[in-house]
């Protein structure tokens, strides 16, 4: 008599906003399983990759290439034609990951979110901790020519939000913006990646870069270690928006801070890339109000 064949993946889901590497393991193949690789920069279209991984890609089609700002959130149509054309389905459960470890992939779960799917989970520690872990991998760059998905975008309103949103924020004594670069970046004493920004911050944001939720290796600290880096940037606010350099590692920060147990989140779409432009909107240097 032969074994009963497991259930689909979209019998399963996801756990919570992280899945371990052995998690997605036991599960890959399975049917309603979609694995996204969602590197960036040097790192986008590399080798090797999950099995079956499909790309999930920031620096083309999964960003809104008519803004002035880089990563930019597309439209809910835009999206949506994106993720059909990459087989998803609404009963779909995807897993997102990066080579970095957690970088960019928590910006493929942040905007997913956004447009109203929920089951979506990153890949703690990303594929160096699937490859440590000894998981199989395949050759050259992740990939699709399957069939066409059903999926469509539901926008959620406040998970994106834009600079005016945002000055609004660092007005609010009830909110905290909590800045994910560098704390050089931040300060205005290293030099920004893009050119033409200016140096520094928002005055009254917090800096709280994003390797600072992280473990050596890439994957997330535990959730009460995360609560406790949270309040010691933001106090006793609960109301937390997160910036970056364009967008990417402030989703991290969005995140950690889901792992903590925060609910009223928000990233700022345009972060410093458009914050940082010329313009009449202030700019702070030095260490500011940095934990």
Same mark, same amino acid.
């Given at each position: ?112 979110? @956004?447009?109203?799917?929920? #089951?979506? &989970? $990153? =890949? %703690? ?6 490859? /440590?872990?000894?998981? +199989? ?31 609004? @924020?660092?007005?609010?004594? #009830?909110? &905290? $913006? =909590? %800045? ?6 931040? /300060?205005?004493?290293? +030099? ?100």
């Amino acid at each position: 008599m032969s074994a009963p064949t497991p259930p689909g993946i979209d019998a399963v889901g996801v756990p919570g906003p992280l899945v371990a590497a052995d998690w997605v393991a036991g599960r890959l193949g399975q049917e309603g399983l979609v694995l996204f690789d969602a590197s960036v920069g040097a790192r986008r279209g590399g080798a090797p990759h999950i099995p079956g991984a499909r790309p999930f890609d920031l620096d083309g089609d999964l960003s809104d290439h008519t803004s002035a700002v880089p990563h930019t959130m597309p439209g809910a149509e835009e999206l949506t034609e994106a993720l059909r054309a990459l087989g998803v389905r609404d009963t779909d459960t995807v897993v997102v990951y990066d080579a970095q470890g957690v970088y960019s992939s928590a910006r493929a779960w942040w905007m997913l979110r @956004a447009m109203g799917f929920d #089951r979506v &989970a $990153v =890949l %703690d520690g990303g594929l160096p901790a699937w490859t /440590a872990a000894g998981h +199989p991998v395949e050759a050259g760059p992740a990939a699709y020519d399957g069939p066409r998905g059903t999926f469509t975008a539901r926008p959620r309103s406040g998970l994106i939000v834009d600079a005016d949103t945002v000055a609004a @924020a660092l007005a609010d004594p #009830r909110a &905290a $913006v =909590l %800045d994910a670069r560098t704390r050089e970046r931040y /300060a205005g004493t290293a +030099p920004e990646p893009r050119p033409g920004l200016r140096g520094g911050h928002m005055p009254g944001s917090v800096s709280l870069p994003f390797g600072e939720l992280q473990c050596d290796g890439g994957a997330m600290r535990p959730a009460d270690e995360l609560r406790t880096v949270f309040e010691a940037a933001a106090g006793d606010r609960e109301q937390l928006y997160f910036s970056c350099g364009s967008g990417v590692t402030a989703c991290v920060l969005a995140l950690g801070a889901t792992l903590a147990g925060y609910r009223e989140l928000a990233v700022y779409d345009g972060s410093w890339s458009e914050w940082g432009l010329p313009s009449e909107r202030p700019v702070a240097t030095g260490e500011g109000d940095s934990p």
